[in-house]
């Protein structure tokens, strides 16, 4: 049973011969995908020996050892034949962007799903930096927290500051995750900034940067007619 940010992850994934999961952990996403017939088969990969047995487990379990190809490598050196769709779910934004730049040549213009916990902006840049865009950007609540998760295909981009720091298609959402989402935000901006401005030393630029996140979050709001 996947959680709602994997269950997300997997609704956008492209249907293929072979799709790839990177960073695995418990081999929950592909396996579903195998079980729900998205893809025929997937390389299943992680840079952990420990993390890649629990994923060999969830595999037998599901008596799926003849469709998976379980594989310790680091990060995109788990591809060694072209895949249609590669999956990068559950880890930093900085860690992802470092995965897509360095080993970008193996993806030969597959599709790719991606989510990050932390530093968004870092896995957008690599993004656009690598020759794809955003083709859907996703929110999602779990288990006390938001969630983006983004479908990428090869494409020219060129987003902005602004687009790299808050996102771009997010905004297109539904309404009431989006405000929930837009509400979320804005709390967390306030708490930094209430943090920074009472500290011993605070740094000009980072109380900078929550001011202008709060703004950005709060017209936002306004746009969709809270006032």
Known sequence: MLDH????????YAPCKLGCDIGSDHA????HLLRKGICERMIVS???EKALQHAANQVHRQHLESR??????DGLDAIDEPCGCVSITGMGGETAAQILLSGNSRLQNCVLVLSVHTDPFLARKAVEDIGYCFTEEKLV???GRYYIVWRCE???MHQSEEEL????????EPPEILQNYLHFRIQISTKKYEGLISGTHPKEEEIEEALRALSFYRERLRDMGEQ
């Not at 998976?68 to 490598?73: E, G, K, Y």
């Not at 720091?165 to 297109?172: F, H, M, N």
């Open 5 to 12: 940010r994997l269950s997300l992850a997997a609704s956008l």
């Open 28 to 31: 929950l996403l592909p396996c």
């Open 46 to 48: 992680d840079i952990s």
């Open 68 to 73: 998976v190809h379980l594989i310790c490598a």
């Open 141 to 143: 609540f779990d288990r």
């Open 154 to 156: 090869p494409g020219v």
């Open 165 to 172: 720091l808050y996102g771009s298609l997010l905004y297109l």
